[in-house]
């Protein structure tokens, strides 16, 4: 299996110093946070749904394949995210100031 993808080393939009005490993330790299936790929870659901029903230990193939399909959606949600944020990171690098 894969391991979850980390975003420890995402930096912060705002520096450290510009923030008042106790104040909170920036909310993008929160929610982007947030949504890869649950498509990882969604993908390590899946995987013990098939491992059941590939053990034969009372796991039935239907729910097994709708959690295989959930993780699958979301897994291409992340991927089109990605994209956007990509695309939006060219276009501003073409920008001329």
Known sequence: MTDPVSLSGLPS???????????????????????LDQADQLRQAADGKVAQVLAGTGGDVHSAM????????????????????VAAYQEISRMQF
């Not at 959930?70 to 990605?82: E, G, I």
């Open 13 to 35: 939009a705002v520096p450290d110093s510009a923030r008042p005490a106790g104040a909170r993330e920036w909310g993008f790299v929160e929610t982007l946070r947030g949504a």
């Open 66 to 85: 709708i959690a295989v399909e959930k993780a699958d959606l979301s897994f291409q949600l992340m991927l089109q995210v990605r994209n956007k944020i």
